[in-house]
């Protein structure tokens, strides 16, 4: 029974995986939300026992391999990110889907200005405004993807 559930949520952080690699025009490129952090997001708020920093780590590293990204960039900031989430679970919870919506926004901020700031120091990338738009989409996005992914958690019953 471990083994499925397990199965389970990696089967939606591949999906997101591939929203993530899938080509955008090239205007709405900068307004993608990064669906594999909300996923990591809803599954370290939803089954903490789950899904761990390890976990946010490795995934961060087959996101930095198939984008091409400096290796350990995404790692790191999916870590930090899911560490702060995973440990304010509790109180994440009681929040009402738009509050947290609006904590997603700044944890996700958090994740693009750690991402930025690294960038900074290993390519020598300069900021933009428009680096913090995946932020604002991503906080729009996550009451429709936290009640579907809410919905298949308990479809499957992974706890």
């Known amino acids: ?28 490129e900068p307004f993608r939300p990064d669906w594999v952090l909300l996923v990591l997001m809803y ?3 939803a089954v903490p026992h789950r899904l761990n920093i390890g976990s946010a ?6 996101i930095d391999l198939a984008t091409g990204s400096p290796l350990g960039v995404h790692s790191l900031t999916y870590a930090i990110t899911i560490y702060i989430t995973a440990s304010n679970y509790q109180k994440l919870r009681n929040f009402s889907i738009w509050q947290q919506g609006l904590l997603v926004a700044v944890f996700l901020a958090l994740h693009h200005l750690l991402q930025f700031w690294l960038h900074h120091f290993l390519l020598e990338v300069y900021f933009a405004p428009q680096f ?3 932020a604002a989409t991503g906080a729009i996005c996550w009451p429709w993807l936290f009640l579907l992914l809410r919905k298949y958690r308990r479809h499957f019953r992974i706890r």
């Open 43 to 45: 599954w370290s708020l």
């Open 132 to 134: 913090l738009w995946p």
């Open 57 to 62: 780590w490795l995934t961060g590293l087959v």
């Open 1 to 28: 029974m471990i083994n499925r559930q397990f199965w389970l949520i990696i089967v939606t952080i591949f999906f997101a995986l591939v929203l993530a690699l899938m080509p955008l025009p090239i205007s709405f």
